[in-house]
């Protein structure tokens, strides 16, 4: 099966979309990466084998102004660029997982009459989302949504393999070390979304001493866009 699918921007978009990927890839499927240049899927992929394949990024205007006019005409070029992907590739079903990217890939898909997975990792499913949910039989959620999407399964979210198969008990120790922590002390893990959910990470800059003082110590994942 010759497989595209449609998720960047975030990590939350992508690391379930590579999961997926590496899953149908080692079933001997032909797997391909839709993104921008720009997302974190430009990185991520080629790090983990598989080729990303661009397409612009064409975010929704959230203001009154140029954008708003040049929206229409970028979004057509969008979808223009996932209908030449499709068709190159000769992909046989597209698999969406929201955001900018998937709904260039939805429409396209939809226009060559490829069939489309829509997958939802969010309690309440993005516009892109739920729009072309009316246009398939096939769609996933990672958390319940009911009432949202009518023929959604709950499946939960894709993960890793070397997530599932983790072994706490054996790497623990190895882990603490390689992360510069102290395996005996308890340790506060800090991360968001959203490329590293700025208003997460001051609001635990704001409180790391007492965090620290009450002898717990600190893991803080944050975003390239708050690495300062």
């Known amino acids: 099966m010759r497989v595209l699918i449609a998720g960047g921007g975030t990590a939350g978009h992508v690391e379930p979309a590579l999961a997926l990927a590496q899953e149908l890839r080692d079933r001997g499927d032909d797997v391909w990466l839709l993104g921008t ?26 203001r009154i102004g140029w954008d708003v006019l040049q929206f229409p005409v970028r979004q057509a070029r969008a979808v ?45 499913p993005g516009w892109a989302n739920r729009v072309a949910a009316r246009w398939t039989r096939w769609v996933a959620t990672g958390l319940p949504v009911d009432g949202e999407i009518s023929q959604a399964v709950h499946t939960g ?13 054996r790497d623990r120790a190895a882990a603490a070390h390689a992360l510069g922590l102290d395996a005996g002390r308890p340790t506060l893990l800090v991360f968001g979304g959203s490329l590293g959910a700025t208003r997460l990470n001051r609001a635990l ?7 620290t003082a009450s002898g717990w110590q600190v893991l803080h994942i944050v975003g390239t866009r708050n690495e300062s």
Do not use: N
């Not at 979210?157 to 008990?169: K, T």
């Open 37 to 62: 240049r720009e997302g974190i899927e430009s990185t991520l992929a080629p790090q983990r084998g598989f080729q990303m394949l661009p397409i612009d990024r064409v975010p929704l205007p959230r």
């Open 80 to 124: 223009r660029q996932a209908r030449d992907v499709i068709r190159s590739h000769d992909c046989e079903v597209v698999v969406g997982f929201g955001g900018y990217v998937a709904w260039p890939a939805y429409v396209a898909a939809r226009r060559l009459k490829v069939p489309t997975v829509v997958f939802s990792y969010d309690a309440k």
């Open 157 to 169: 979210v894709p993960l890793r393999r070397d997530i599932i198969d983790l072994d706490r008990g």
């Open 205 to 211: 800059i704001a409180c790391a001493a007492e965090v």
